[in-house]
T-cell receptor
Framework: AQSVTQLDSHVSVSEGTPVLLRCNYS??????LFWYVQHPNKGLQLLLK??????LVKGINGFEAEFKKSETSFHLTKPSAHMSDAAEYFC???????????FGKGTMLLVSP | DAGVIQSPRHEVTEMGQEVTLRCKPI?????LFWYRQTMMRGLELLIY????????DSGMPEDRFSAKMPNASFSTLKIQPSEPRDSAVYFC????????????FGPGTRLTVL
C-alpha cells in the first residue's frame, strides 16, 4: 500500500525566516509526489510536482522540494516566509499501479510578524 | 480558464432532506473526483470518474450517497437522506489524464446538516 506521513501537524515561523515542512512516504516503486496548499476557505492549489526528472523541484511562490529516495522523503522548503504563506500544506503521493492519490493529513503553517 | 466550478458554495439543510452538490470540471479534463474534508478525517476521496464512467467509488460512505456524471461538463453528488455527520466541505477536482495526474480543485461546498 502507498502511504504518506507529514511529520508535523503545525509549524510556526516568523516572517522572513526559513520554512521546512516534512513529508515521508512509503513505496516499493517510483512515486509521483505533489505538494498542495490550502488557504482558509479555499480549495487546494498545486505548489509543485515531482515525476522522476530533477530531484529538486521548484514550485510557485518561492517554494521548492527535494526528492530523496534513500530517505523516502519529499520535504518542502522556502528560504524566507511571508505572511501570505500561512495556510495548510498537503503532501500527496501517487504510485504506479494505484488509481488514486494518497493525501497526507496536512501541516498547518503559522507565520508571525 | 474558469477553473473547476462548484455550486452552491454553502448549503445549510435539516436532517432528512436531500442535498445535491454540483460540479463543472475544467474543459478538456477527462477525470473528475469528489472529495470530502472534515477536521476528524481529513481529505477523503469519495468517487472518481474517468470519461464520465465511475472508476472507483470505494470511498462513498453508504447508500445515502450517490454521484453521477451525465456528460463531460457536469457532475452531481447527492445525499439522501442527509444526516448531521455528513456536515463537511465537499470538493470537486478534475485532471487531464486520470487519478495520478495533477488535480485541479474547485472552491468547495460547505455543507451543514442540522
Amino acid at each position: 500500500a502507498q502511504s504518506v506521513t507529514q511529520l508535523d501537524s503545525h509549524v510556526s515561523v516568523s516572517e522572513g525566516t526559513p520554512v521546512l515542512l516534512r513529508c515521508n512516504y512509503s513505496s516499493s516503486y517510483s512515486p509521483s509526489l505533489f505538494w498542495y496548499v490550502q488557504h482558509p476557505n479555499k480549495g487546494l492549489q498545486l505548489l509543485l510536482k515531482y515525476t522522476s526528472a530533477a530531484t529538486l523541484v521548484k514550485g510557485i511562490n518561492g517554494f521548492e522540494a527535494e526528492f530523496k529516495k534513500s530517505e523516502t522523503s519529499f520535504h518542502l522548503t522556502k528560504p524566507s516566509a511571508h505572511m501570505s504563506d500561512a495556510a495548510e500544506y498537503f503532501c500527496v503521493v501517487s504510485l504506479s499501479g494505484y488509481s488514486t492519490l494518497t493525501f497526507g493529513k496536512g501541516t498547518m503553517l503559522l507565520v508571525s510578524p | 480558464d474558469a477553473g473547476v466550478i462548484q455550486s452552491p458554495r454553502h448549503e445549510v439543510t435539516e436532517m432528512g432532506q436531500e442535498v445535491t452538490l454540483r460540479c463543472k470540471p475544467i474543459s478538456g479534463h477527462n477525470s473528475l473526483f469528489w472529495y470530502r474534508q472534515t477536521m476528524m478525517r481529513g481529505l477523503e476521496l469519495l468517487i472518481y470518474f474517468n470519461n464520465n464512467v465511475p472508476i472507483d467509488d470505494s470511498g462513498m460512505p453508504e447508500d445515502r450517497f450517490s454521484a453521477k456524471m451525465p456528460n463531460a461538463s457536469f457532475s452531481t453528488l447527492k445525499i439522501q437522506p442527509s444526516e448531521p455527520r455528513d456536515s463537511a466541505v465537499y470538493f470537486c477536482a478534475s485532471s487531464t489524464r486520470g487519478a495520478t495526474d495533477t488535480q485541479y480543485f474547485g472552491p468547495g461546498t460547505r455543507l451543514t446538516v442540522l
